[in-house]
């Protein structure tokens, strides 16, 4: 992906600091268009990096700046919304994107093997498919940053593949951009371009 795309978002030093512990020092980058991927082994703060990208965290020192004019993040562990109906749950996000793909949104509740939940809440749910509901959103949203942890965790194979096609479509997108955070580089996306790479080590 071309360098003068603009980028969504810069990250300036963000810190987070613990007792004994500081987390992404001398930490910079961009995310421009396409498919970027926070890479890092346990404990290297991967989710608090996606949380300090979505403003769920603030930092402590440094600064990161977003200028995508909306953005997706979903934690599917949230206890917020165990008692929030999906079907619910989805009609609110569909109010809240400009660019939502109604269609979009009908091939992934197919997909993953969705329809039949709509009427549940969230605590009814396996963790599984709280994940995918949240992918169907995520994938439908049309955000111009759109924030992915460990998207592939507590999916069945037919899921992963799903969210691989996915994620190799957003690689090629030269407007929208998708940040995954994972252990390593999923698989199915050996071949899949990206435009960053946030190397957290392991």
Do not use: N
Not at 44 to 70: F, H, N, Y
Request: include cysteine; hydrophobic fraction near 45%.
């Amino acid at each position: 992906m071309s360098l003068s795309c603009a980028a969504l978002l810069r990250a300036d030093g963000p810190q987070l600091r613990h007792p004994g512990l500081t987390l992404f020092a001398d930490l910079r980058f961009d995310i421009r268009p396409g498919l970027t991927l926070v890479r890092g082994g346990d404990g290297r703060g991967k989710t608090s990096l996606m949380r300090l990208m979505a403003g769920d965290l603030q930092p402590d020192a440094g600064r990161i700046e977003r200028t995508a004019p909306e953005l997706f993040w979903f934690d599917p562990r949230d206890p917020g919304l165990d008692d929030v109906g999906l079907r619910a749950w989805l009609a609110q996000q569909r109010q809240g994107f400009s660019h939502w793909d109604a269609q979009r949104e009908l091939q992934l509740l197919t997909a993953f093997d969705l329809t039949q939940h709509l009427d549940k809440t969230f605590f009814m749910v396996s963790t599984g498919t709280r994940r995918k509901i949240g992918l169907v959103a995520a994938f439908a949203s049309g955000a111009a940053l759109t924030l992915l942890d460990t998207p592939y965790a507590a999916l069945d194979a037919s899921a992963r593949d799903v969210v691989s096609q996915q994620l190799d479509d957003a690689a090629r997108q030269s407007v929208r951009a998708v940040v995954v955070a994972d252990f390593e580089l999923p698989p199915g996306l050996e071949a899949t371009p990206l435009s960053g790479l946030i190397d957290l080590g392991d």
